[in-house]
């Protein structure tokens, strides 16, 4: 008798520690979920500018700040459970209150949805043209001069006609950059 009170109590032990695990589970989920669910809406868009190189850390806790998301530990989870890790991108981002951790995504990783004028005054030179557009969250410095640097004229021969050979660099293409607002 003193052997099946023995089986029948470990049965009942592992049909309670089960039923815990189970309710454990079911808490962790809805705790989850409740995450993904987006704050209360505010009609009013918000600005939040993702500056180049900027981690998922840093962009989750710029959106908290904001109220855009509820917690940045769910957004960096969801960020690399959908496998968007570093393909978040940078600039100006207008983003409305209420939507989801999904659209947020969504969002950040096909690129800035706002528009932002660039004024290049007249007689700017490549390099402060680079540095007008880091300023403006759009890109690095570096990557504007190597861009312009790399420029084949490809679709405009007739550029290179009015390029000093002498010149390399992204100085060759010095005056080519109209002063306007684009």
């Given at each position: 008798m003193a052997g099946n009170a023995g089986k029948r109590f470990i049965r009942e032990m592992r049909a309670v520690a089960l039923i815990l695990a189970a309710l454990v589970a079911a808490m962790t989920s809805v705790?989850?979920?409740?995450?993904?669910?987006?704050?209360?809406?505010?009609?009013?868009?918000?600005?939040?500018?993702?500056?180049?190189?900027?981690?998922?850390?840093?962009?989750?806790?710029?959106?908290?700040?904001?109220?855009?998301?509820?917690?940045?530990?769910a957004f960096k989870l969801y960020v690399r459970f959908r496998g968007k890790e570093g393909q978040l991108g940078a600039g100006?981002?207008?983003i409305c209150p209420g939507l989801s951790l999904g659209e947020i995504v969504g969002l950040l990783s096909r690129g800035s949805n706002r528009a932002v004028d660039i004024t290049i005054p007249e007689g700017s030179t490549v390099r402060?043209?680079?540095?007008?557009?880091?300023?403006?969250?759009?890109?690095?410095?570096?990557?504007?001069?190597?861009?312009?640097?790399?420029?084949?004229f490809g679709g405009f021969p007739q550029i290179r006609d009015f390029i000093d050979e002498g010149v390399s660099g992204p100085e060759r293409l010095q005056g080519f950059l109209f002063p306007d607002t684009y």
């Open positions: 705790a989850f979920f409740e995450l993904l669910i987006p704050p209360p809406a505010d009609s009013t868009p918000k600005v939040v500018n993702i500056s180049p190189g900027a981690s998922t850390a840093a962009i989750a806790s710029e959106l908290k700040r904001q109220g855009l998301v509820k917690s940045a530990s100006p981002y207008s402060q043209v680079a540095a007008l557009l880091e300023k403006k969250g759009l890109l690095r410095q570096e990557e504007f001069i190597e861009a312009v640097s790399r420029f084949d």
